[in-house]
């Protein structure tokens, strides 16, 4: 018969150990801090900073919720972190590298200058098939213009 040796303490404690989280409540808890994200936005709609900094927080909170326990970060060894830190770190430095593009850009209006004009229907007194439109700007009417059905008419 095999003799039973007992298991030095550190691998016994090791092997009691919870090896899997708990799903179904991390899942609630996510579900949780949804609502909260979504009343927080109803209630701080009109400051906008406010607004972005607690969602912005919320957010990063259930992002480490689900790496910490879904991608299983709880269980690894402390090496992970030195990869990740360096990664966190380029990712911040790329967003803030593209800032001065985004800020820089120079913004050119399309019709720089020229007065906007608009083609509205007009009341038609004369039961007719034709749509009388009149071009309207700023100023006021510019001139009628009538079109039938079938395409234009002058």
Same mark, same amino acid.
């Given at each position: 018969?095999?003799? =039973?040796?007992?298991?030095? &303490?550190?691998?016994?404690?090791?092997? #009691? %150990?919870?090896?899997?989280?708990?799903?179904?409540?991390?899942?609630?808890? /996510? +579900?949780?801090?949804? &609502?909260?994200?979504?009343?927080?936005?109803?209630?701080?709609?009109?400051?906008?900073?406010? /607004?972005?900094?607690?969602? %912005?927080?919320?957010?990063?909170?259930?992002?480490?919720? =689900?790496?910490?326990?879904?991608?299983?970060?709880?269980?690894?060894?402390?090496? =992970?972190?030195?990869?990740?830190?360096?990664?966190?770190?380029? +990712?911040?430095?790329? #967003?803030?590298?593209?800032?001065? @593009?985004?800020?820089?850009?120079?913004? %050119?209006?399309?019709?720089?200058?020229?007065?906007? #004009?608009? /083609?509205?229907?007009?009341?038609?007194?004369?039961? #007719?098939?034709?749509?009388?439109?009149?071009?309207?700007?700023? +100023?006021?009417?510019?001139?009628?213009?009538?079109? @039938?059905?079938?395409?234009?008419?002058?």
């Amino acid at each position: 018969m095999a003799d =039973v040796h007992p298991l030095p &303490a550190d691998i016994a404690e090791e092997l #009691t %150990v919870e090896s899997h989280a708990p799903y179904v409540r991390i899942w609630a808890i /996510l +579900a949780v801090l949804t &609502a909260v994200e979504y009343f927080y936005a109803l209630i701080f709609k009109d400051h906008f900073p406010v /607004l972005v900094l607690g969602l %912005v927080s919320l957010a990063l909170v259930k992002a480490g919720m =689900v790496g910490w326990f879904f991608m299983h970060l709880k269980f690894e060894r402390k090496w =992970v972190y030195i990869l990740i830190v360096p990664a966190c770190v380029m +990712a911040v430095f790329l #967003t803030l590298a593209l800032c001065p @593009d985004m800020a820089m850009k120079p913004v %050119v209006e399309e019709n720089a200058g020229e007065e906007e #004009t608009w /083609l509205v229907p007009r009341s038609n007194a004369e039961e #007719t098939p034709a749509i009388n439109l009149v071009w309207l700007s700023q +100023a006021g009417p510019i001139a009628p213009a009538r079109f @039938d059905l079938f395409g234009l008419s002058s």
